[in-house]
């Protein structure tokens, strides 16, 4: 039952109905009973026997940490070790098993084997596994170390865990900052309700009007890229990075919407990340709290760890005091966007495309800094130009693309290919001749997409300097009411829905 189908709108109509008629000391058990129903209705119902699973062993490991006092460390360490490899395990069987025999079978090709050493496995994956797997796992590692209170109540971990509006596709949440507000009474507030539909209604254009439409011209080249000039692969890239950015942040504003409405706010997941001037500063805007998990539980203790202590001391007796600690942050940082990559899944154009590039892109930054800054002095540009700025957003953009390529593609060959035609094969005069309107989508469509983005870039310029809905709110009622009357019916007349026709899962669903 996916979130942008009639059914499901249905179905949280009577959620939130229901929420503000009952007692209120009911309304979290009434978001656990009706997330369990939203798993059972997604597809086999057998695999919330994952989450029940991941959950029970979370409850079981925090309740252990809190029976056994700080003192006995080494029994501590041993309850936090085997309930993280439960959950890992979990992830890892379902997810990256056959990441690895795909991995040794492309090793034995290229040594000469014809023949296949492992025969790959086919598992059922539970929705939001690697979502509700983080956020469970990061409050285990809260509560091993005292900076969150372990949850008594075995029901209420259970909502925390499977709460039918972040399992779908996040965010990421941490229990000791969002998790107690799922179990707090909320009165009915006509405000907050309004502003959870209104922000849900933003998600909805995003995905139904914008992403759905881009996502026809990027399966029409991606499905076939040796039939196209390399304009249409850069044609096809450029609209794929909007794509997956109206997709995912679109979900987001439906999670949120609803999550507000019901009186549960939820931490944001995008910050206009196109805005971006660096990569590193692209991932401070975007999937904000997958960055966050990884930084805190990745990148921290990684540091932490006596070989990167060890690492630091030398290269900095070797290269110098700044040098040898930007060296070893390199290293960590390497296993840190390993990590990131091996997250979106089981397949090495995940690992290279939103794992490793990203990685070298920071890297090279940090290494090529000095050199752009000794540059601009000499030629007097003044760095904080305006100038400057939009070729930083560009240039970051441009890097982006790369990444989104690979993460787009059907495997990390099939990239090599499309960006080796891409520089190779150019014929800019497809752009105005005609042949963009054998991509799928014809002049009408292609038209709507483009105003389309045109609003989002406007709508991301005034998110910049405050939330867009207070701007609205502060407006006088005849445009409040025509602003929201117009992006309703301009989901309804232009969105991709109806007889014969199925939105798309959302893109990081799969995740």
């Not at 797997?133 to 372990?150: C, K, N, Q, R, W």
Request: overall charge positive; hydrophobic content about 50%; some cysteine.
């Amino acid at each position: 039952m996916g979130i942008t189908s009639f059914y499901f709108l249905c179905f949280f109509a009577a959620i939130l109905i229901l929420y503000y008629l009952i007692p209120k000391r009911l309304q979290w058990g009434l978001l656990l009973i009706c997330s369990a129903v939203y798993y059972l209705l997604s597809g086999n119902g057998m695999l919330i026997l994952y989450p029940v699973v991941s959950v029970t062993a979370c409850y079981a490991g925090i309740r252990m940490l809190a029976a056994v006092p700080e003192g006995n460390a080494q029994r501590r360490k041993c309850i936090l070790l085997v309930t993280v490899l439960v959950n890992i395990g979990i992830l890892v069987v379902l997810k990256y098993v056959n990441f690895g025999i795909y991995t040794i079978d492309g090793i034995a090709r290229l040594f000469g084997s014809s023949e296949t050493l492992i025969r790959s496995v086919d598992f059922l994956i539970p929705l939001g596994v690697s979502f509700y797997t983080f956020s469970l796992l990061g409050y285990v590692i809260d509560v091993y170390y005292g900076i969150a209170e372990p949850q008594k109540n075995y029901l209420k971990l259970m909502l925390y865990g499977m709460y039918f509006a972040v399992i779908i596709s996040g965010p990421i949440l941490k229990y000791r900052e969002h998790g107690e507000q799922f179990f707090e009474p909320h009165a009915f507030d006509y405000r907050r309700v309004s502003r959870g539909l209104q922000r849900m209604l933003w998600g909805f254009f995003k995905k139904l009007v914008i992403a759905e439409r881009l996502g026809v011209l990027v399966d029409t080249v991606y499905g076939s890229y040796g039939d196209y000039p390399g304009t249409f692969i850069w044609v096809a890239t450029v609209c794929y990075a909007f794509q997956l950015y109206t997709d995912f942040s679109g979900c987001m504003d439906i999670v949120l919407g609803m999550s507000e409405s019901l009186g549960i706010l939820l931490p944001e997941n995008f910050q206009t990340p196109f805005f971006a001037g660096s990569i590193a500063e692209y991932w401070r805007r975007w999937h904000i709290t997958l960055g966050i998990w990884m930084k805190e539980y990745v990148f921290y203790p990684v540091l932490r760890t006596k070989f990167f202590t060890n690492l630091n001391r030398s290269w900095r007796e070797k290269f110098g005091k700044k040098k040898g600690k930007q060296y070893a942050t390199f290293a960590a940082m390497f296993i840190l966007w390993l990590t990131v990559g091996i997250w979106h899944g089981g397949d090495w154009k995940f690992v290279i495309g939103s794992g490793l590039l990203h990685w070298f892109y920071i890297v090279m930054e940090e290494l090529l800094a000095p050199l752009c800054d000794r540059l601009m002095n000499r030629w007097h540009i003044d760095p904080r130009g305006r100038g400057v700025s939009i070729v930083r957003i560009l240039r970051t953009f441009f890097l982006v693309c790369i990444g989104d390529l690979f993460f787009r593609a059907a495997s990390v060959g099939d990239a090599f290919a499309m960006l080796g035609k891409a520089v190779s094969v150019w014929n800019p005069s497809s752009l105005w001749n005609g042949a963009m309107l054998e991509l799928g989508l014809d002049r009408v469509e292609m038209v709507i997409a483009a105003v389309s983005l045109l609003l989002l870039y406007l709508v991301s310029l005034l998110q910049r300097t405050g939330s867009v809905r207070d701007k609205v709110a502060a407006g006088p009622l005849p445009v409040r009411w025509f602003i929201w009357y117009a992006l309703l019916f301009g989901v309804i007349l232009l969105g991709c829905y109806g007889p014969g026709y199925s939105a798309g899962e959302f893109i990081y669903q799969g995740f």
